[in-house]
């Protein structure tokens, strides 16, 4: 059997051991280090914010951010229902109570529509949230014309979770900038990785500061060790942020050839019963994964598509599993928009296909021709 194609692996630009030869000449493997901070200044850069935070990881991010909008026991958190659940954990990380929002068809991210109803929900019932978490799920943005207006008439911070969207745009403008606070993550099977990390940006500058502090275990300028407020161990090592400026240096190749895998997809696999994952004419997505739906009317079912697959030493995977869904937050409200439960239509229909920037052209044709072969046999 062929080698094994997955899903979405690192791919390393070969400049990585460079940042971490450096710091093993100074021997600044950790804590922190030049990595980190030329990271940060990198990443802000790019994206066109003023304050970075590199940290352990892009969960770790969020509940920094909802810490710092004062998210308590018993508060309410909107998120967006469709997502990866290292979105919403933090929400009960500081026991408050997440609101989730159903997703709209055009991006499949939060709808407008639905956030309105929640908001209307939150008004009559003394139940504003503290803070909106928004997802650009697998690096498509969310459609913040309609969403941000909304959130500031009810003056709710937004944070925005781009950790699957990092070299994505909305209206010219890269995602991981429309929230009061956003992050990114590299994890692993992200676009760029740091084997795992995340960023928090910002252009509150005070934010960054006390969230900061937080992450470096609320540690106060003292000789000694002096703490007067709960802290975390949540910085990023001056190592992994070294794999992460190796990485970022190739992040736009990174997004054209995962472009380019899509469209190829898009291509040969015309006239099966699919759908792609939309891209908005307001949009550039980053193509972190390549996501279809398959028709209701198809008798291939995405549970088909993965087994066969696998059996060929393939990975592929189902779409996130809408939070309202799960076990642990089943207990907690969901908003809906036009189309009711459309992140779980999703979920039913929805696959990930092998999306990895450094597949072949060989590895491509053949996750191709067995998709053709699957969809020809029944
Ligand atoms: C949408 C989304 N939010 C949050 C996270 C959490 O990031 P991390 O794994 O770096 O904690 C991820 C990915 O892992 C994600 O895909």
């Known amino acids: 059997m062929q080698e094994r194609i997955y899903l979405s692996p690192p791919h390393m630009s070969g400049n990585e051991m460079k940042y971490i030869q450096e710091a093993f000449d100074s021997n600044w493997i950790a804590p922190l280090g030049t990595n980190v901070d030329k990271f940060e200044e990198e990443i802000c850069d790019y994206v066109g914010m003023e304050h970075g935070l590199a940290l352990s990881s892009g969960t770790a991010g969020i509940h920094l951010a909802l810490k710092y909008f004062g998210v308590g026991p018993g508060d309410y958190v909107f998120c967006s229902d469709l997502t990866f659940a290292g979105s919403c954990n933090p929400i009960l990380y500081q026991y408050a109570n997440p609101v989730f929002i159903d997703s709209e068809p055009e991006t499949w991210n939060m709808s407008p529509v639905a956030l309105e109803k929640a908001f209307e929900w939150a008004l009559k019932e003394d139940k504003m949230p503290k803070a909106i978490i928004i997802v650009d799920l697998y690096g498509q943005s969310a459609d913040y014309d309609q969403l941000l207006p909304l959130c500031r008439k009810y003056g709710v911070p937004v944070i925005e979770d781009a ?14 900038t429309f929230g009061d606070i956003n992050i990114f993550s590299f994890n692993g099977n992200k676009i760029i990785t740091t084997s795992g990390g995340g960023m928090i940006v ?96 198809s008798q291939v079912r995405p549970n088909d598509i993965i087994g066969f697959l696998e059996e060929n030493n393939i990975e592929s995977r189902p779409v996130w599993k809408p939070m309202s869904l799960q076990p642990i937050f089943k207990k907690y ?39 053709l072969k699957l969809f020809k046999s029944i």
Request: hydrophobic share 35%; proline share 3%; net charge positive.
């Open 202 to 297: 910002s252009n509150d500058e005070a934010a960054i500061k006390k969230m900061r502090f937080w992450a470096t275990q609320s540690r106060e300028p003292e000789k000694h060790y002096e703490h007067k407020e709960i802290g975390y161990n949540y910085r990023m090592s001056n190592i992994c942020a070294g794999i992460g400026r190796g990485q970022l240096e190739v992040l736009e190749k990174r997004i054209e050839s995962k472009r380019k895998i899509r469209y190829l997809y898009e291509e040969k696999l015309k006239g099966l019963p699919i759908v792609f994952l939309p891209v908005t004419k307001d949009s550039s997505s980053n193509y972190w994964l390549t996501v279809v739906l398959i028709k209701k009317e």
């Open 333 to 371: 409200e969901c908003f809906k928009g036009f189309e009711a439960d459309l992140g779980e239509k999703v979920f039913e229909d929805g696959i990930c296909l092998p999306s990895g920037s450094d597949l072949s052209e060989a590895q491509i044709g053949l996750v191709i021709k067995l998709l």
């Open 163 to 176: 950790a699957e969207a990092l070299g994505a745009t909305y209206k010219g403008k890269k995602c991981g």
